[in-house]
């Protein structure tokens, strides 16, 4: 991997630092020569400090380090991509990330509508909503819409129409997903299932 420390003219170079599993940006830092080096030795992070002009690595008084996983540079050779396991809060503000949020992998529309679902979930009152109303009439009823949606979709995989193949595969995860949060799951819980198989 060839870096090009000197092309700022400072010697360092932007380190993004990316959470292996959930994939959010922990924070970012710069790195010299000297601190890559480190880094790779120790498999914990290290920067060059800018305010105290010398290499610190994330953790060292806290405890909580960023253990690597990866490193990857940029297609100009002057930004790094590390992927870090961390241990513990990454900000000094004792925040999960720099940006104050919490470090959980999310799994784009699917963790949209697992909220929506949650909130569904919570307001079963709500006469309007198909979801609130499946939560009123129970386990029992959720889980025979699984099943029915499970059938339609075997049914719909046999044939050719690729339409009504992702229809039915769609309002299979739908349902899924409320059957999931009936029994007090989400998604996140089948991942880490499926990460301890694997």
Not at 5 to 15: E, I, Q, R, T, Y
Not at 67 to 82: A, F, M, S
Not at 117 to 137: G, P, Q
Request: hydrophobic share 35%.
């Amino acid at each position: 991997m060839k870096i090009d420390f000197n092309k700022n003219g400072d010697s360092l170079v932007p380190a993004v630092i990316q959470d292996v599993n959930t994939k959010k940006v922990l924070m970012l830092g710069y790195m010299n020569e000297e601190a890559y080096k480190q880094t790779l030795e120790t498999e914990k992070v290290t920067f060059f400090s800018r305010t105290k002009q010398r290499l610190w690595t994330k953790g060292e008084e806290s405890g909580n380090f960023l253990l690597l996983k990866d490193i990857k540079v940029d297609c100009d050779n002057d930004t790094l991509l590390i992927q870090v396991s961390p241990v513990g809060p990454v900000c000094h503000k004792g925040t999960d990330t720099c940006w104050e949020e919490t470090n959980e992998a999310s799994y784009g529309f699917i963790s949209k509508l697992e909220a929506i679902i949650s909130d569904r979930k919570e307001n079963k009152d709500n006469e309007e909503s198909y979801v609130a109303s499946l939560f009123r009439s129970g386990i029992n009823k959720i889980a025979q819409k699984v099943g029915e949606e499970a059938v339609e979709t075997v049914i719909e995989a046999k044939d050719d129409n690729a339409d009504l193949f992702l229809n039915e595969s769609a309002d299979l995860l739908f349902h899924y997903l409320i059957l999931l949060q009936a029994k007090g799951y989400t998604l996140k819980d089948i991942v880490k299932v499926l990460e301890e198989r694997n």
